[in-house]
């Protein structure tokens, strides 16, 4: 059974900084590409980063420069580290098994909050 739990999220006020991570557990971690996505409130779920099992990694626009996606495969964890955070970064974060958005294990989500 693969499970995937994310850690790491919260209040922060903008121009803070949080990192997120995200423990999978029954599957061959370093084998999986992993991502993050996020869904704010009344907006469609998106992909945020990814990371490929050679380390490759990919961003949407709104994150670049701002959001590193890493992973280590000795602790089958992927981290968000999330810098100059901006209110509309606001959004339940998931982390994601795999390249495919209707294929692979979802986390159950965890809730970043970027205000005053």
């Known amino acids: 059974q693969v499970q995937l739990v994310e850690s790491g999220g919260g209040l922060v006020q903008p121009g803070g900084s949080l990192r997120l991570s995200c423990v999978a557990s029954g599957i061959v971690f370093s084998s999986n590409a992993m991502g993050w996505y996020r869904q704010a409130p009344g907006k469609e779920r998106e992909l945020v980063a990814r990371i490929f099992s050679d380390g490759t990694t990919t961003y949407t626009g709104s994150v670049k420069g701002r959001f590193t996606i890493s992973r280590d495969n000795a602790k089958n964890t992927v981290y968000l580290q999330m810098n100059s955070l901006q209110p509309e970064d606001t959004a339940v974060y998931y982390c994601?098994?795999?390249?495919?958005?209707?294929?692979?294990?979802w986390g159950k989500g965890i809730l970043v909050t970027v205000s005053q």
């Open positions: 994601k098994q795999g390249e495919l958005y209707a294929m692979g294990a």
